[in-house]
């Protein structure tokens, strides 16, 4: 996984109103969750932008809410690449991964970024792109390759999870497919639906005609 380097500074303020100022600076509101996990009830201090979440009657876990300039994660948020971000924030670098955006759905602006801190002793859950490989022979008899899943999601340690999963499709035939069932990456727990069609190689006209002939 690439890294990618990232300022950002804590939101001390919350509120529509607040958000409103920030995203009129050209800045976006997010949160970085996945913190550590205190006991309740917890008499600690908290650092700017923390906040106590609690998880049940036991037990609770700190997570900040922060903001970043835009066009600091411009290069972060259009791509379909995964980075290792290394989050500099209240003098120091957490690790972290990016999560979840929301966009405005008129305008297609970052209105919010979800950013999970890491670990790496403790598994986590991210979408990977697919990548095709090889040459099917369905397509060689005149089929169409279809990638119905561009990306699956994987359970793993952030240091084990790989930019891309590579799905080689050279023993793939006409009419056959791909499920997430049938696919198997050391280290990584595939968490789709074992009968979910990633890749297929559809039959076409031309294939068709060609089967008929043969007959």
Do not use: W
């Amino acid at each position: 996984m690439k890294t990618f380097e990232l300022k950002a500074e804590p939101r001390k303020e919350l509120g529509k109103k607040a958000v409103k100022a920030i995203r009129k600076e050209g800045k976006i509101p997010a949160v970085l969750n996945g913190g550590k996990l205190v006991e309740l009830p917890y008499n600690g201090a908290l650092e700017a932008g923390e906040k106590l979440v609690e998880l049940d009657a036991k037990r609770g876990m700190i997570t900040t809410d922060i903001i970043v300039n835009t066009e600091d994660v411009r290069k972060l948020i259009y791509t379909p690449e995964i980075f290792e971000i290394n989050l500099e924030l209240n003098g120091r670098t957490r690790k972290a991964v990016m999560k979840e955006i929301a966009f405005q759905p008129v305008k297609d602006t970052v209105m919010h970024i979800d950013f999970l801190e890491v670990y790496p002793d403790k598994p986590i859950v991210m979408e990977v792109p697919v990548r095709i490989e090889g040459h099917a022979e369905g397509v060689k008899a005149g089929g169409k390759l279809q990638l119905s899943m561009r990306k699956l999601k994987v359970k793993a340690v952030y240091t084990e999870i790989p930019e891309q999963l590579i799905v080689n499709v050279d023993k793939l035939g006409l009419g056959q497919s791909l499920a997430v069932g049938d696919l198997h990456y050391e280290g990584l727990e595939l968490m789709n639906a074992k009968n979910a069609v990633v890749c297929a190689v559809q039959l076409t006209r031309a294939a068709r005609g060609a089967a008929a002939k043969a007959e």
